[in-house]
Antibody, heavy 122, light 108 residues
Framework: QVQLQESGPGLVKPSQTLSLTCTVSGGSISSGSYYWSWIRQPAGKGLEWIGR???????NYNPSLKSRVTISVDTSKNQFSLKLSSVTAADTAVYYC??????????????WGRGTLVTVSS | SYELTQPPSVSVSPGQTARITCSGDALPKKYAYWYQQKSGQAPVLVIYEDSKRPSGIPERFSGSSSGTMATLTISGAQVEDEADYYC???????????FGGGTKLTVL
């Protein structure tokens, strides 16, 4: 079955750019009408949707993060990626990638990666 | 920015009914979805399209939505239902996802 796996540095220095990749296995990232999202969760806090991408390259971003976020897709590698610039300690969180499904009146995530902890510290 | 509001905590005894609410201005026109997250694990979808249960989710989980409030109901809550529950929806544009702040359900 389809699985998602996040990967990337676990430690990023303040003011630098956080970069993560999500690899989709067990199926093609281009099959179906799925979008692909990033979500994060600081320790002991709630979930925050970061943004999503379609395999065409079309994106939606959380307005509160939009100025710092770039999500891209590489269909040849069956991967999509997150870049978050100018990070601070407030960006320390577990980052999840997820498969995102659009419905007429909403979106939902039906498949999640296990998450990866990214710490912002010098 | 758009917000979904949940109570921080709900506590019930085993076998009782737990109700977790989620309020948001766009809910009359957008679906609510509910996720269960147990400690150290990724969230799991328990309700979609306001009231539908994915396969594998126990029948004791149900959802409803009326006006600006969606409700997750766990009828006959079990100890294993202890978790954080998050509602999720989109803003009026339909393009931006939003999570509620989460509700910690205690069953004891």
């Amino acid at each position: 079955q389809v699985q998602l796996q996040e990967s990337g540095p676990g430690l990023v220095k303040p003011s630098q750019t956080l970069s993560l990749t999500c690899t989709v296995s067990g199926g093609s990232i281009s099959s179906g009408s799925y979008y692909w999202s990033w979500i994060r969760q600081p320790a002991g806090k709630g979930l925050e949707w970061i943004g999503r991408i379609y395999t065409s390259g079309s994106t939606n971003y959380n307005p509160s993060l939009k100025s710092r976020v770039t999500i891209s897709v590489d269909t040849s590698k069956n991967q999509f990626s997150l870049k978050l610039s100018s990070v601070t300690a407030a960006d320390t969180a577990v980052y999840y990638c997820a498969r995102d499904t659009q419905q007429q009146l909403g979106w939902y995530f039906d498949l999640w990666g296990r998450g990866t902890l990214v710490t912002v510290s010098s | 920015s758009y917000e979904l509001t949940q109570p921080p905590s709900v506590s019930v005894s085993p076998g009782q009914t737990a109700r977790i609410t989620c309020s948001g201005d766009a809910l009359p026109k957008k679906y609510a979805y509910w996720y269960q997250q147990k400690s150290g694990q990724a969230p799991v979808l328990v309700i979609y399209e306001d009231s539908k249960r994915p396969s594998g989710i126990p029948e004791r989980f149900s959802g409803s939505s009326s006006g600006t409030m969606a409700t997750l109901t766990i009828s006959g809550a079990q100890v294993e239902d202890e978790a954080d529950y998050y509602c999720y929806s989109t803003d009026s544009s339909g393009n931006h996802g939003v999570f509620g702040g989460g509700t910690k359900l205690t069953v004891l």
